[in-house]
């Protein structure tokens, strides 16, 4: 018998259908990966947002007094004590902090519209959101809190 060289056709279609397979799989499964990212980010920043209304609030406690309200408008406040405040100014990252009725409590939020955030990050949230404390509206009830599709995630700041 002759020694061959080379691989015949069929084997190099094996080899080729099987990389297709697993290059596949990694796609699927790195979409779910930035998804999860995604989410996570999310919630740092909302922790992030909450730590600097919570160093304002205790800052500026003797001028603003108990009852005061913080909104939109007043994010820029809140720029001296962020880490990176250029993440967060001028609405850019579309983070808001806003207050309920009577200003009993202060919240940060965040829209998942802006950027057309994937539904996977809002599944990702809502999976997480009884551990971390993410609602979907400015109400800590349990009924509250986020679930898929919403458009909004909300987290108390006080």
């Keep these: 018998m002759k020694l061959r060289k080379g691989f015949t056709l069929v084997e190099l279609l094996i080899v080729i259908v099987i990389i297709g397979i697993l290059a596949a799989a990694m796609l699927l499964s790195s979409g779910s990966a930035t ?3 995604e989410a996570s ?3 740092s920043d ?3 947002m909450k730590a600097a209304a919570l160093m304002f ?3 500026s406690m003797d001028d603003i007094g108990l009852t005061a309200a913080i909104n939109s408008v007043h994010v820029q406040l809140l720029m001296p004590y962020m880490d990176n ?3 967060f100014a001028n609405g850019a990252y579309d983070f808001t902090v806003e207050s309920t009725a ?3 409590s202060w919240w940060v ?3 998942l519209a802006i950027g057309n955030k994937p539904v996977a990050v809002s599944e990702k949230l809502a999976n997480r959101a009884a551990s971390v404390g993410i609602y979907n509206t400015t109400t800590a ?6 679930v898929k599709g919403n458009a909004e995630a909300f987290m108390i700041a006080r």
Excluded: C, E, M, W
């Design 57 to 59: 609030f205790a800052d």
């Design 46 to 48: 909302l922790r992030s």
């Design 141 to 146: 009830a349990t009924s509250a809190q986020f």
């Design 41 to 43: 980010n999310i919630v």
């Design 35 to 37: 998804a999860a990212a």
């Design 109 to 111: 939020s965040y829209s």
């Design 85 to 87: 405040p250029t993440k």
């Design 102 to 104: 009577g200003a009993t």
